[in-house]
T-cell receptor, first 113, second 115 residues
């Protein structure tokens, strides 16, 4: 049983396209996150949702829009993709009180050509 | 905003104890310190968390001095399978109003364990 799953695992697309990455967790957590990891392994938080409410919204282009249809899902939509968006995107979840113990998904490697 | 600084890389040999230090001079009162481990092509995995003094679990120990401006992850008797990137995370999720929570990862320390 996969705790935090992401689809797709790999995503190759051209500049200017719009794409989505889906994330689902079956841990019963009420908080979910999106992180971006670049080629130098820097791991930066992008968004955090608690009970479908946006809690953390780091300085990311507004081309990125998270959507949380329910507590178990947090999807990431990216419009007008650019070369610099190429990275690995990780979804994570945690209980609100134990935010420090986050469970990460396997990552989605996005390549923009 | 608590920025963190870690060594970029460290080498060790099997059976040795490894200590990785993270500096976080601007840590806030509500911030906790957490360490994660990441293997290639996988998401980070929680190792240990603490607020002050010393915390120990089955895989590691975390030492935090009284001023909390740094923390040290200690891995006893490492093996080849401990070769990974280790991240120090300092933050507070924020409570109440939106956009007040900040979670900052360090740049990670690549630990290479040699036979």
């Amino acid at each position: 049983d996969t705790a935090v799953s992401q689809t797709p695992k790999y995503l190759v697309t051209q500049m200017g396209n719009d794409k989505s990455i889906k994330c689902e967790q079956n841990l019963g957590h009420d908080t979910m996150y999106w992180y971006k990891q670049d080629s130098k392994k820097f791991l930066k938080i992008m968004f955090s949702y608690n009970n479908k409410e946006l809690i953390i919204n780091e300085t990311v282009p507004n081309r990125f829009s998270p959507k949380s249809p329910d507590k178990a899902h947090l999807n990431l939509h990216i419009n007008s993709l650019e070369l610099g968006d190429s990275a690995v995107y990780f979804c994570a979840s945690s209980p609100w009180r134990d935010y420090y113990e986050q469970y990460f998904g396997p990552g989605t490697r996005l390549t923009v050509t | 905003l608590a920025k963190t600084t870690q060594p970029i890389s460290m080498d060790s040999y099997e059976g040795q104890e490894v200590n990785i230090t993270c500096s976080h001079n601007n840590i806030a009162t509500n911030d906790y310190i957490t360490w994660y481990q990441q293997f290639p092509s996988q998401g980070p995995r929680f190792i240990i968390q603490g607020y002050k003094t010393k915390v120990t679990n089955e895989v590691a120990s975390l030492f935090i001095p009284a001023d909390r401006k740094s923390s040290t992850l200690s891995l006893p008797r490492v093996s080849l399978s401990d070769t990974a990137v280790y991240y120090c995370l300092v933050g507070d999720p924020g409570h109440g109003s939106s956009n007040t929570g900040k979670l900052i990862f360090g740049q990670g320390t690549t630990l290479q364990v040699k036979p």
